[in-house]
């Protein structure tokens, strides 16, 4: 019986001496795979600077050349312009003015000047210069978040709580966006002010968006003449109120008698009247607010400037492209013959 707790002890003991080399063994495993991930990486490289330093001769050619055939491709094709315009859609003309941009562009791609030109109502040697033309959406998080408080006042209270401000941004695309922005990328540094006002026309001729504009302001000149009409009766009450008040402080006090209850509910109804007064101006700076938004279907926030702005950057560079263009084909090269030496001697074996 005495030996039993000396069995168990030394149980216990193998038991911990087990455990700690196991853990031993897996920290072991676990660094001898990091250690195999860093010879393989560190193998990789070599192989691959061995790869270079055998084919450095045709390496180095690639570009050199490419450098060279860069460098006169720059001084040869022509320079590129860009110049950009800002412009806020009214009345749901946006989807419009994303298709009217579209068809432009594949105009300026099929490289089909005549009918870019007549479109545009340039020549058509300006419209041979447009390479490109193309829209996207210019909104911050200020705007956005406008727009999401604009969104919700038109909801119902239920709606409303089911819907939150991340929910919004997952949905929101450039369609939904206040303004927007026109690229157009051309040789001609001129051609983006003379194709300016086809663009917006373009827009405004629509019969469906003139319909909408006219009933709006038809909407806003209503509103703007009973707005008006309120704060006059609001004027003619607050008058009367003041005339009442007159007369009956005129009228000689009966006694020591003195109704505050009259006066106090006087002077409620016409701060009440103030109040209603101070709203109805509110309201009318919104709807001057709107009349002035919507006093076009299509807003130029920012006209095209005069001349356009070089386009630069390295990767608008043939001096970069070129040389990273060919080193890769040399490359592809290199490699396929790499394998291909490696297939035969394989076949061998």
Do not use: C
């Amino acid at each position: 019986m005495a030996d039993q707790p000396i069995n168990q002890n030394n149980s216990d003991e193998i038991d911990l001496g087990q455990l700690f080399q196991m853990i031993g063994r897996g920290f072991q495993k676990f660094f001898n795979f990091i250690g195999s991930i860093f010879k393989g990486i560190f193998h990789i490289l070599i192989l691959f600077l061995l790869f270079v330093q055998k084919n450095i001769i045709f390496i180095g050619a690639a570009i050199i050349i490419g450098g060279i055939g860069g460098f006169v491709l720059d001084q040869i094709i022509p320079e590129k312009y860009i110049s950009k315009m800002v412009v806020e859609p009214n009345f749901n003309s946006v989807q419009q003015l994303y298709n009217n941009i579209a068809f432009y562009n594949d105009l300026a791609e099929a490289e089909d000047s005549v009918a870019l030109a007549t479109a545009l109502n340039i020549t058509d040697h300006e419209a041979a210069s447009i390479k490109e033309i193309f829209t996207d959406s210019y909104s911050d998080e200020n705007q956005k978040i406008k727009l999401f408080d604009q969104f919700i006042r038109e909801l119902d209270t239920t709606t409303v709580k089911a819907i939150d401000y991340e929910n919004y941004l997952k949905n929101f695309n450039s369609m939904d966006a206040r303004f927007h922005q026109i690229s157009l990328i051309s040789t001609d540094n001129r051609v983006a002010k003379k194709a300016q006002p086809a663009i917006i026309n373009s827009i405004s001729v629509n019969e469906y968006f003139k319909l909408q504009k006219r009933i709006n302001d038809e909407n806003v000149a209503l509103q703007d003449t009973i707005y008006r009409n309120q704060l006059a009766e609001i004027d003619s009450l607050q008058s009367l109120y003041r005339t009442v008040l007159v007369k009956e402080a005129d009228k000689p006090m009966q006694g020591t008698n003195i109704n505050l209850a009259e006066g106090g509910e006087s002077k409620g109804r016409e701060l009440a009247l103030v109040q209603e007064k101070d709203i109805l101006k509110e309201k009318l700076v919104e709807l001057n607010e709107e009349r002035a938004n919507k006093s076009t279907i299509i807003n130029v926030i920012s006209d095209f400037p005069t001349r356009g702005v070089e386009v630069k950057g390295i990767w608008n560079s043939y001096k970069f492209k070129l040389p990273i263009l060919l080193l890769v084909l040399v490359f592809g090269v290199l490699a396929l013959l790499e394998v291909n030496k490696y297939l035969k001697t394989y076949n061998r074996k």
